[in-house]
C-alpha cells in the first residue's frame, strides 16, 4: 500500500510556545503506528530543529519545511537552502504551494529548479498543484494542473519520481472553508495519477502518494481520505488545532 500521509502546514503561524503546545499535543496523543502512516509537521523554519527533536525515535512523524531556496549556498539573503534543511535531517519540503505561486511569484522553471535541489539533498517534495476558481468555473482544470505537473516534474526520471509526493489543493477551497466535494478531489487526484502512469508506467504511478489538501477538517477528512487515489492530505487551518488534527490523522486509510 502506498503511503497515507496527513501533513500539517502552519504556514506562517504560531510563536515558539505556540509550537511546543501543538508539537506535544499532537505527539502525546500516541497515536497507532502503521508502516504506511505518516503524520508530516510542515513548520515555519524557526521550528524545524524543535519538532526534530520532539519526534526523535518516535515511528510515523516527520518533519517538513515550506520551502527553500534553488542555489546551495551565497549573497542571498533572507533565503535557506536545501542543503541546509538536509543537515538538520529534515525529510519533506513543501514546493510550489499556491501562496508561493501567488503571492512571491514562484513560476514552474523555479520550482522544477526547487525539486531537483531537493532531490539532490535527499528531501522529498511535497509538490503542490491546483487551479484557481476561474479556471474551474470554466471547466478547464484537468489541462491546468497537467501543465503543472509537466512542467515542473516531468523531467525527473522514474527512481526521482519515487521521492515524490503530490498534494492536489484548488486554489479556491484553501482557507475558504469551501471544500471540494470527495468526488471532486477523487476525478482530480485519478487523473493526476493518470498522468503519472502514461508517462512513468503503472508501478511509479501506483505507489506515488497524492495528497488532497484545501478546507480539509475533522468533519470532512474521513470522506475524503476514504476515496481510492485519495492518500490523505495537507491541512492548514486545523492543523493548528490539537483535537481538529488528532481526529485528520485519525481518518487516514
Ligand atoms: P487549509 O490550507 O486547510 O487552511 O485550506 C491548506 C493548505 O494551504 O495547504
Known amino acids: 500500500m502506498r503511503k497515507q500521509i496527513a501533513a500539517a502546514n502552519w504556514k506562517m503561524n504560531g510563536t ?4 511546543n503546545e501543538l508539537l ?5 496523543e500516541k497515536i497507532s503506528y502503521s508502516p504506511h502512516r505518516e503524520v ?11 519538532a526534530k527533536e520532539k519526534i526523535k525515535n518516535i515511528n510515523g512523524y516527520k518533519v517538513a519545511a515550506q520551502n527553500c531556496y534553488t542555489k546551495s549556498s551565497g549573497a542571498f539573503t ?10 538538520i535531517e529534515v525529510d519533506y519540503v513543501i514546493i510550489g504551494h499556491s501562496e508561493r505561486r501567488e503571492i512571491f511569484a514562484e513560476n514552474s522553471k523555479m520550482l522544477a529548479a526547487k525539486v531537483d535541489v ?18 474551474r468555473e470554466a471547466e478547464t482544470q484537468n489541462e491546468y494542473v497537467a501543465t503543472q505537473i509537466q512542467e515542473s516534474l516531468f523531467h525527473l526520471t522514474n527512481d526521482q519520481l519515487k521521492n515524490v509526493v503530490v498534494a492536489y489543493e484548488p486554489i479556491w477551497a484553501i482557507g475558504t472553508g469551501k471544500t471540494a466535494t470527495a468526488q471532486q478531489a477523487q476525478d482530480m487526484q485519478a487523473f493526476i495519477r493518470n498522468i503519472f502512469k502514461e508517462k512513468y508506467g503503472d508501478e511509479v504511478a501506483k505507489n506515488i502518494s497524492i495528497l488532497y489538501g484545501g478546507s480539509v ?3 470532512n477528512a474521513k470522506e475524503i481520505f ?7 492530505g495537507l491541512v492548514g487551518g486545523a492543523s493548528l488545532s490539537v483535537p481538529e488534527f488528532i481526529s485528520i490523522i485519525k481518518s487516514l486509510k
Open 226 to 232: 476514504e476515496m481510492p487515489d485519495v492518500d490523505g
Open 24 to 28: 506535544d499535543g499532537i505527539i502525546n
Open 40 to 50: 508530516v509537521f510542515a513548520v515555519p523554519f524557526p521550528y524545524l530543529i524543535l
Open 16 to 19: 515558539l510556545q505556540q509550537a
Open 217 to 219: 477538517k475533522a468533519t
Open 118 to 135: 531537493c532531490l539532490a539533498n535527499n528531501l522529498s517534495p511535497i509538490f503542490c498543484c491546483g487551479e484557481p476558481l476561474q479556471i
Open 78 to 87: 533572507g533565503e535557506v537552502s536545501a542543503a541546509m534543511l538536509q543537515s
